[in-house]
């Protein structure tokens, strides 16, 4: 299957600090999302990119479709303790077809 | 509305046994799918439905069966268990080319 590489695994920061992760591809993908998954739960889609180059905002988040439309990355700003859990990347190529990354595990620090 | 709702939320099977995992969502979607979760690894697709009375294989396939019902439920079986699958299971469901929205998910474990 398709790999995305997401980076970094994990992450351990200081509430109020800026986050950013990123993930990438040897594929074109059509369609970049981000999910959010806490503990116990399924995830929960924060961000949908639809074109090369898309900047979309979603309150304190961030996410960019890259040009080549083979990477994407997710920026948090201002960090609070609710931000803590494991971010995905996906890539949907057509239709049915999605792949996701390995995770980032987002630890922050009152 | 409910979105994806799954049952059971926890299982624990001994090898060989059976079981089905369900799967409902009340958005209207068309596709819907069946992804396991193991530690590292991500989601990986086990089947999906890109309509009523389709399905296709996905990256992992082996040792599973789904069904179609309708439009609003899709189920995963697993007809003689094995210690490899035990995982979280999710199911998910779009319209084609949107964006999945989650269940929450089925923690099964294979003794």
């Known amino acids: 299957g398709q790999q995305l590489n997401q980076s970094p695994q994990s992450m351990f920061i200081q509430e109020g600090e800026d986050v950013s992760m990123n993930c990438t591809s040897s594929?074109?993908?059509?369609?970049w999302l981000w999910y959010k998954q806490d503990p116990g739960e399924g995830p929960v889609l924060l961000i949908a990119l639809y074109k090369a180059g898309e900047l979309t905002s979603n309150g304190r988040l961030t996410a960019q479709f890259g040009i080549t439309r083979k990477d994407s990355f997710l920026n948090i700003s201002a960090s609070i303790p609710s931000d803590v859990g494991i971010y995905f990347c996906a890539g949907q190529l057509t239709g049915n077809q999605f792949y996701f990354g390995t995770g980032t595990s987002l630890t922050v620090i009152p | 509305n409910a979105g994806v709702t799954q049952t059971p939320k926890f299982q624990v099977l001994k090898t060989g046994q059976s079981m089905t995992l369900q799967c409902a969502q009340d958005m209207n979607h068309n596709s819907m799918y069946w992804y396991r979760q193991d530690p590292g690894m991500g989601l990986r697709l086990i089947y999906y439905?890109?309509?009523?009375?389709?399905?296709d294989k996905g990256e992992v396939p082996n040792g599973y069966n789904v069904s179609r019902l309708n439009k609003r439920e899709f189920s995963l079986r697993l007809e003689s268990a094995a210690p490899s699958q035990t995982s979280v299971y999710f199911c998910?469901?779009?319209?084609?080319?949107?964006?999945?929205?989650f269940g929450p998910g089925t923690r099964l474990t294979v003794l």
């Open positions: 439905s890109a309509s009523e009375g389709t399905t």
């Open positions: 998910a469901s779009s319209q084609p080319d949107n964006e999945q929205f």
């Open positions: 594929s074109i993908f059509n369609t």
